[in-house]
């Protein structure tokens, strides 16, 4: 399978032309829209490696991210940044080259945050090898790190190790009435305690927070905060992994808006919806250009970043612009991986590569 990826990529730099690299295309309709030859991953798929003593897992690209989650949980572990599927083909590689996060990433860490080791396939055919399967062997510059939230731009992914963690012994999920403004300033008080909260969500008047850990450290952060028992508490965090919550049910355009915690409410028209303790905050509203610029400005002035998460005109540019001093250190780092410019060309910007990171 390597060889045959190698005369492809090889190929299409000859002649020029753009390669498509897709797994189960779970989330083909994320960044800008995908162009040339399809390249599948699918056929290198399978789990190399996975002790969990060591808590590391090793798969190729095209695995399913079903088939390594139902591996991990027979040892109750996880994938602690809650990688959602959007789909039964979800692969590895996807998680990976997408960096898209679910309710635990705040309190857990990000896609980048787990990235341990990574092989991968350059636009000259040759196989790299950064990082490892141990937590303290990574010696100078992490490009495995790097390659988290690529999109595919810099290389094909063809193997991935990464850091899992143990499931939580006890989970508690609490809801509490308030308005955007109350909730957020209740959550950035409760961010300075010791308490096991692992998702928060605001939403329509109601903060919901799930907290995770200890039998006795959940049950002091229960007594402690209050609250009601929130009810079906699986089903709610689920639909907000995998975007089932009736918020995300409208077709519309769909922001995502990465800000301070500590911001207060942007008064943006269009329905919120809060998640990462006021870190990411989802916003419906127009996709047009003037709409674009007036929400980026007032995001960038609160000290954040938007994305034109799902819908909308994605001429006005689905990332935020990036500074042009970090445009450049992108465009180089394209040059130096993909000198030919292979690989989802124009996926996130004009010849550069890298997503600006959340909660960075």
């Known amino acids: ?22 797994g189960g295309g779970t989330k083909d309709w994320y960044g800008q829209a995908p162009a040339g030859e399809l390249l599948d991953t699918r056929a290198y798929a399978g789990i190399v490696d996975y002790e969990p003593t060591e808590l590391v897992i090793t798969a190729r690209c095209g695995t399913p991210l079903a088939e390594i989650e139902a591996a991990l949980a027979e040892k109750r572990q996880m994938l602690a940044f809650e990688p959602p599927h959007f789909g039964p083909g979800a692969t590895i590689g996807g998680v990976v080259a997408s960096a898209l996060s679910g309710p635990r990433r705040a309190s857990a860490g990000a896609v980048r945050d787990f990235m341990l080791g990574a092989v991968l396939m350059d636009g000259k055919g040759e196989v790299l ?27 094909l992914i063809l193997q991935v190790s990464l850091k899992v963690l143990p499931l939580p012994l006890c989970v508690a999920s609490l809801r509490f009435e308030a308005d955007e403004i109350a909730a957020l300033r209740m959550l950035n008080e409760w961010a300075g305690r010791p308490l096991p909260i692992s998702a928060s969500c605001w939403h329509d008047g109601a903060l919901s927070v799930r907290l995770s850990g200890a039998d006795a450290a959940v049950a002091a952060a229960r007594r402690e905060l209050g609250g009601e028992e929130l009810a079906d508490a699986a089903a709610f965090w689920a639909s907000l992994r995998e975007q089932t919550h009736a918020f995300f049910a ?32 989802w916003l419906k509203a127009g996709g047009d250009a003037a709409t674009a610029a007036g929400i980026r400005g007032s995001v960038a002035a609160a000290g954040g970043h938007a994305v034109l998460f799902r819908g909308g005109d994605k001429g006005v540019g689905v990332f935020h612009p990036l500074a042009p001093a970090v445009a450049g250190i992108h465009q180089r780092l394209k040059l130096a991986f993909d000198p030919a410019g292979v690989f989802n060309p124009g ?3 004009p010849a550069v590569s890298v997503q600006p990171d959340l909660l960075s």
């Open 1 to 22: 399978m390597i060889e045959q990826f190698r005369a492809r990529i090889l190929a299409a730099g000859a002649a020029g032309t753009a390669l498509r690299l897709r």
């Open 250 to 281: 409208d077709a519309g355009p769909l922001w995502r808006l990465s800000l301070p915690p500590a911001a207060s409410a942007i008064i943006l028209k269009g329905e919120h919806l809060v998640e990462w303790g006021g870190a990411q905050r």
């Open 129 to 155: 090898t950064f990082g490892g399967q141990v937590m303290k062997n990574v010696a100078g510059y992490d490009v495995s790190r790097l390659l988290a939230g690529s999109l595919g731009t810099l290389g």
């Open 347 to 349: 996926r996130m910007y």
